[in-house]
């Protein structure tokens, strides 16, 4: 380590005899190198770990000349740094064109600006600190009040808050930059025999956002910590096109009898654009790929449980209010969200109620999340929903690899009542086949569109339009186990006439189905073909009447299996399921 020091004061006799004289002190400090880790003590845990290079300070101080000596803390006048530049080694930003101008009173300092360079970020600084001479007593007791306001043109965080190679920024701000930063606002600060309590008011926050393209504006609330107790208050602002107001009460201490209050937390907020916040980008899957390989490709178990596992580290007893208004999440609108949620020290989550208006239905969803061992999680739910528009819900399905299949053929609106035991990834997305579901369900205003299955079995529906095929209300338990959805045997009243359905299909649309068609269909077709008659064309936009059983006469059927994939299946005639087979057709 090197250092040079050279400095002037104009005055030394004035110093020396108390007099009130103004006398102007100068300080020049310049070092090529500052070893502080040696000149520290070179010891791990008491040292400061940190080189600088290419120091330079310029300060001077003006005051009176009694004031060097008889100020009971620091000496009273205005304090100056006219520059201050340096490079430093593990906090690997260059330091420059550092100003300040300080005014030094008995109990109190004021701040009129401090500016500066980090790398490219800029800053102005001003402020007050009241009673600052309650920070030199042994036993301080009493209050402290620091006002703040601070103002930068352009300040990236990876400029601020990287420390020997680490970024202490949550990810997806890492890189953020905030241009026409603005921060105003005063803490409070209590001493008794100690500090006892911190008090942090926010009056303003705004800036820019460039990464995520957002600004935020009005942001302002209330932080208070005393006693291992935070509290925040009413803390409210628009983020882009969200906005939010919360308060959080938590308790960080170890003994649960010093607990004044529960640990809670809740939001607000009439708009919540989650995307925007979190830059979601849309993912470049296509529901055009074919369902085996999305099913591949989400199926991954390591691309679900990489990173963060919230149930691996500790909870308390906490209580969570959830109320918004719109919420924008990935692709999906969600609205009128009403939460009421807990967790509890063993890893449980508990949903005691999440009412939305999702997929222009109604969602009343209850049940849990057991954490309590972070490698195997399961979410059991006990969920109603009312009128949700298939054509939108199916869509939420699409990592499962079923978007290909439902979204393009399966219309209609459904209802019912879901309950289960679902195995969670550690992104709390489902592992299907490890999952078990209970579903009573009904499908209303259904139509089934583009069905490559059912144009297969022309020959059964003459002059119908095997391209739009309507039905009416669908009503069935199902049962989802181990990844096979299995569907007890019911009958579907459709324009393509009435039919009985059961059987059971997995997630890679592995099927195997039994179909009762009436023989009155059948041997029209056969007729057709025995007099050489052919199919009339029909109309593709053409949807045909529905057609229901009488159930005052006694229908025959004919017996018919489907079984295979959606790419490749056999039709075959069989016998009623139980009577043993019959020949192929």
């Not at 520290?40 to 770990?49: E, N």
């Not at 103002?151 to 965080?157: E, I, R, V, Y």
């Not at 820019?208 to 291992?228: N, P, Q, S, T, V």
């Not at 803390?235 to 969200?242: D, T």
Request: avoid cysteine.
């Amino acid at each position: 380590s090197d250092i040079h020091v050279s400095g002037t004061v104009d005055d030394l006799p004035a110093i020396i005899h108390h007099t009130d004289q103004p006398v102007l002190a100068k300080l020049k400090v310049t070092s090529s190198m500052l070893d502080l880790f040696e000149l520290t003590g070179k010891d791990s845990i008491a040292s400061f770990d940190e080189q600088i290079r290419d120091l330079a300070i310029d300060l001077h101080f003006n005051a009176s000349a009694k004031a060097f000596t008889e100020s009971p803390h620091l000496p009273i006048g205005e304090f100056f740094i006219d520059n201050f530049s340096a490079q430093l080694t593990h906090y690997p930003h260059k330091i420059q064109d550092f100003h300040a101008d300080v005014f030094v009173e008995d109990e109190d300092f004021r701040v009129i600006d401090f500016s500066g360079l980090l790398d490219k970020s800029d800053f102005h600084f001003s402020g007050k600190l009241k009673h600052y001479d309650l920070w030199f007593a042994e036993h301080p007791q009493g209050d402290t009040h620091i006002e703040f306001d601070l103002k930068s043109n352009m300040l990236q965080l990876a400029d601020i808050f990287s420390y020997k190679g680490e970024n202490y920024v949550p990810e997806d701000y890492r890189h953020e930059e905030f241009d026409n930063l603005i921060l105003r606002g005063s803490t409070d600060l209590h001493f008794n025999e100690g500090l006892q309590s911190i008090d942090l008011k926010l009056d303003q926050f705004e800036a820019k956002m460039k990464l995520h393209a957002l600004r935020m504006e009005k942001l302002k609330g209330r932080i208070h910590y005393e006693k291992d107790h935070l509290v925040v208050e009413d803390f409210s602002g628009k983020l882009g096109n969200s906005d939010i107001k919360t308060t959080l009460h938590y308790y960080l201490g170890d003994d649960e009898s010093q607990k004044i209050r529960e640990n809670k937390f809740e939001l607000t907020s009439n708009r919540l654009d989650f995307d925007q916040l979190f830059m979601y980008q849309l993912g470049a899957a296509s529901t055009t790929t074919p369902p085996t390989q999305q099913t591949e490709l989400v199926g991954s178990m390591a691309a679900h449980d990489q990173g963060f596992n919230i149930y691996s580290i500790p909870f308390s007893h906490m209580t969570f209010a959830v109320n918004i208004g719109h919420l924008n999440y990935h692709k999906y609108l969600i609205h009128d969200i009403d939460a009421a949620l807990r967790i509890t020290p063993d890893h449980y989550l508990h949903v005691d109620k999440l009412n939305l208006h999702a997929a222009d239905g109604d969602w009343k969803i209850k049940g849990y999340f057991n954490g309590s061992d972070p490698e195997h999680i399961y979410f059991s739910p006990d969920m109603e929903v009312e009128h949700v528009d298939l054509d939108k819900l199916m869509m939420k399905f699409d990592n499962f690899g079923q978007e290909y299949l439902v979204s393009e053929n399966l219309h209609g609106k459904l209802s019912g009542h879901i309950t289960g035991k679902l195995r969670m990834h550690k992104d709390l997305m489902p592992i299907v086949n490890e999952s078990e579901i209970h579903l009573d369900l009904s499908v209303t205003e259904g139509r089934l569109d583009n069905f490559s299955m059912l144009e297969s079995m022309s020959d059964y529906f003459a002059d119908k339009n095997l391209k739009r095929v309507a039905f009416d209300t669908l009503s069935n338990h199902m049962d989802f186990t181990s990844g096979i959805l299995t569907i007890p045997n019911m009958t579907i009243n459709s324009s393509l006439g009435f039919m009985e359905i059961q059987g059971s299909q997995d997630m890679d649309l592995n099927m195997d189905y039994y179909l009762r068609i009436p023989w009155k269909m059948v041997t029209n077709v056969a007729a057709s073909k025995l007099f050489g008659k052919k199919a009339e064309e029909v109309d593709p936009e053409q949807i045909d009447a529905i057609q229901y059983a009488d159930s005052d006469k006694k229908t025959r059927y004919v017996n018919v299996r489907v079984k295979g994939n959606i790419d490749d299946y056999k039709i075959t005639l069989e016998k009623a399921k139980g009577e043993g087979r019959r020949a192929k057709g």
